[in-house]
């Protein structure tokens, strides 16, 4: 069973459309990170979010916690070709306080056409 | 630069041979993990370490080892791998307690056993 689902896996838009990708859980997490992985190299952290409700933006990228702590996603504005990358959301399992642990999401690939 | 680094960044090995992957990070982290990623699986956890000589298994450690002697250094031991094996490995670490740091990836091994 897959703690953290991810919707769309995956995504293909042209440049300069808007685009929305989600993480949901049945399970509620203390706090969610999401990565982008480029091709050939490893996930790099984008954000945390930690209290229900958050609303966090990174440039282009706004991410939200949902109120219930079960469920987040990412939002990206005017996407560009360098947003291309698979998105992974990731959290420290529910049943596991205090461990370093994190499971992952399966992802969602997004390809951003010029 | 702060980093984690993997060697090496491609394998090709034969059925039995044992290997190693090296991993070393160069940020004093406690917290220190392998993942391998498969297509539809995405990232699984093999084996983590939460300080020097303090070892575990995480989701799916069989035909695999490791070891922490030193605190930057992680090696993935294959003692006899097996095509199912062939994956793309993952090493990350993280300082103990800041749970909003996240991970820190190096930038994966592909391996391919024949």
């Known amino acids: 069973t897959q703690l953290l689902e991810q919707s769309p896996q995956f995504l293909s838009i042209q440049e300069g459309e808007n685009l929305t990708v989600y993480c949901n859980s049945s399970?509620?997490?203390?706090?969610l990170q999401w990565y982008r992985q480029e091709p050939g190299e490893g996930p790099v952290l984008l954000v945390t979010?930690?209290?229900?409700?958050e609303v966090k933006k990174l440039k282009r990228l706004t991410f939200q916690f949902g109120d219930a702590r079960k469920d987040s996603s990412l939002h990206i504005t005017a996407a560009q070709p360098g947003d291309t990358g698979l998105y992974l959301c990731?959290?420290?399992?529910?049943?596991?306080?205090?461990?370093?642990?994190?499971?992952f999401g399966k992802g969602t690939k997004l390809t951003v056409n010029p | 630069e702060a980093q984690v680094t993997q060697n090496p960044r491609y394998l090709i090995t034969v059925t039995g041979k044992k290997l190693t992957v090296t991993c070393s990070q160069n940020?004093?982290?406690?917290?220190m993990s392998w993942y391998r990623q498969d297509p539809g699986l995405g990232l699984r956890q093999i084996y983590y370490?939460?300080?020097?000589?303090?070892?575990d298994k995480g989701d799916v450690p069989e035909g695999y080892k490791v070891s922490r002697k030193e605190k930057r250094n992680f090696p993935l031991i294959l003692e006899s791998p097996s095509p199912n094996q062939t994956s793309l490995y993952f090493c990350?670490?993280?300082?103990?307690?800041?749970?909003?740091?996240?991970?820190?990836f190096g930038s994966g091994t592909r391996l391919t056993v024949v």
């Open positions: 370490s939460m300080n020097v000589e303090v070892t």
């Open positions: 990350a670490s993280s300082p103990l307690g800041q749970k909003t740091y996240g991970y820190t």
């Open positions: 399970s509620v997490f203390s706090s």
């Open positions: 940020m004093n982290h406690e917290y």
């Open positions: 990731a959290g420290p399992p529910p049943t596991q306080g205090g461990s370093e642990k994190l499971v």
């Open positions: 979010v930690v209290t229900g409700g």
